[in-house]
């Protein structure tokens, strides 16, 4: 329990230090410049739930972030991956570091130039504060145990968890698969809020209804969440990833080129409003940059804590 003058102080002594700053960050800056503009970034205790499908960019989104933090600002993140190993992640992370594509450094053919380059990625990235856990088929008990123990001696500032519906649940044998996601999930709500720490996870979503020979276009929603719907509640913000093209759409309704580009759709914002942006990626470094879309709009309405109006 907490004394309301006190946690009064506290806000306005933050609000302050964020004005003097001026760039309108309160929270763990994400490295996408128009993703920080809506979320103001990662905000301490928040869990930010970033969903879709299988191989749209999920893992390589979450990555391109933990090198913004850990990386470019020595600010210690912990990694959870029950779908890949350390070796994999280490990989990955070369890749976007080196700006070397992932294929040259998983084969090891790689240019004099690409060497060298990896030379220089690989010292920065071995010093960096960064925590990998890659046990599979990790349980939520084990979870909450070593992730408090590492927050506490390492100072963390941001989870990541790639992905949520491979937490395990340890609960009644009579549970459905949606009971267990929903005790995970709660859990890790719990966490963030207890460590005073965002955890950023990554959520699979079900297979969207293709129609063919119309004129449908998919764009993700927050039905589409797999499992439970209370990630949905839970989570203070659901973004979905979304590639256009990966649906064969290579033009939106007012000519511009979906081409190599990756669609954020932030559907529940607790902190502002729903939005959409665009950033042209490439997914060879998993880069993404942030991108100016004549008439992009998202016309839903205004999304407050208190509803939609």
């Known amino acids: ?70 990386i470019d600002h020595r600010m210690p993140v912990i990694y959870i991956s029950p779908s890949m190993t350390g070796e994999k992640i280490v990989q990955r992370l070369l890749s976007i570091v080196c700006k070397i594509p992932l294929e040259h450094i998983v084969s090891g053919m790689l240019s004099v130039e690409e060497w060298e380059n990896l030379e220089r990625g690989s010292a920065a990235l071995r010093d960096s504060p960064i925590y990998i856990f890659d046990t599979p088929g990790i349980c939520i008990d084990k979870l909450e145990e070593q992730v408090h123990m590492f927050c506490k001696q390492n100072k963390a500032k941001a989870v990541f968890i790639d992905y949520l519906q491979l937490i395990q649940s340890k609960g009644n044998t009579n549970w459905t698969r949606n009971d267990e996601v929903t005790d995970v999930v709660c859990r890790l709500k719990s966490l963030a809020m207890t460590l005073n720490v965002p955890f950023i996870i990554l959520s699979q979503t079900n297979r969207p209804e293709h129609k063919e020979n119309t004129d449908f276009i998919y764009t993700p929603k927050l039905s589409d969440l797999r499992d439970s719907g209370t990630i949905e509640d839970v989570s203070d913000m659901v973004m979905f990833i979304h590639r256009p093209e990966y649906y064969r759409v290579y033009q939106d309704e007012y000519g511009n080129d979906l081409r190599g580009i990756t669609e954020l759709y932030i559907e529940k914002n607790l902190n502002g409003h729903r939005n959409r942006i665009r950033l042209k990626s490439n997914y060879d470094i998993a880069s993404f940059e942030s991108v100016q879309t004549q008439n992009l709009s998202f016309d839903t309405g205004h999304v407050s804590p208190f509803g939609i109006f």
Not at 23 to 51: M, N, P, W, Y
């Open 1 to 70: 329990m907490s004394n309301i003058k006190n946690t009064t102080d506290l806000f306005l002594r933050k609000i302050q230090t964020v004005s003097i700053d001026g760039r309108g960050i309160t929270g763990l800056s994400s490295g996408i410049e128009e993703l920080d503009k809506i979320t103001h970034g990662f905000q301490e205790e928040d869990l930010i739930t970033v969903a879709g499908r299988p191989a749209i960019g999920k893992s390589s989104l979450a990555l391109s972030m933990v090198k913004r933090i850990a």
